[in-house]
T-cell receptor
């Protein structure tokens, strides 16, 4: 699995978009980008994943650059409940052993 | 509702004792995983199992043991050989080969050695 780099912390105002960056410059052609989040003292929650194309679901949007070396997770209208640690992972399939780094602590402020 | 159940939520252990953490899933997932999380840290993989009666060591398997006798169950035993067992333990499952939906995690067990 490719190494990913994320900022350790970010702040966002409630109601605004939260844009969380992730660098994965060594990603290989068959590795997907996965995003999870972990609210304090709970298990991580799957958010979204993608390979090449941008993806959107009810929780978030994932923008992957054309060269696939970086991506951005977008929470379009952040709420206080979105305060969590967000993990970006690059790996082949969800069935393999995913490696979680330290992620980005997102704090949504009122 | 389908999901993963970890029990107990909080567990206290005396030094030198073995303790077993339970993980049960009713999602019909093939693969199951155990992670350890220390305060302010990411998750580290202890053991994982892709199929019944088979499991592999993760990055920090020393002092831990697992079994996978049933598809639904993947218990983790923290043995007295684990030098610093106080941590938050998370169990997860996945379909094994599907790229959809990723991992499903349990709510975790917080183990404290007293």
């Amino acid at each position: 699995d490719a190494k990913t780099t994320q900022p350790p912390s970010m702040d966002c105002a409630e109601g605004r978009a939260a844009n969380l960056p992730c660098n994965h410059s060594t990603i290989s052609g068959n590795e997907y980008v996965y995003w999870y989040r972990q609210i304090h003292s709970q298990g991580p929650q799957y958010i979204i994943h993608g390979l090449k194309n941008n993806e959107t679901n009810e929780m978030a949007s994932l923008i992957i650059t054309e060269d696939r070396k970086s991506s951005t997770l977008i929470l379009p209208h952040a709420t206080l409940r979105d305060t969590a640690v967000y993990y970006c992972i690059a790996d082949i399939t969800s069935g393999s052993r995913l490696t979680f780094g330290e992620g980005t602590q997102l704090t949504v402020n009122p | 509702d389908g999901g993963i159940t970890q029990s107990p939520k909080y567990l206290f252990r005396k030094e030198g004792q073995n303790v077993t953490l339970s993980c049960e899933q009713n999602l019909n997932h093939d693969a199951m995983y155990w992670y350890r999380q220390d305060p302010g840290q990411g998750l580290r993989l202890i053991y994982y199992s892709q199929i019944v009666n088979d499991f592999q060591k993760g990055d920090i398997a020393e002092g831990y043991s697992v079994s996978r006798e049933k598809k639904e169950s993947f218990p983790l035993t923290v043995t007295s050989a684990q030098k610093n067992p106080t941590a938050f333990y998370l169990c997860a499952s996945s379909t094994g080969v599907s790229r959809n939906y990723g991992y499903t995690f349990g709510s975790g067990t917080r183990l404290t050695v007293v």
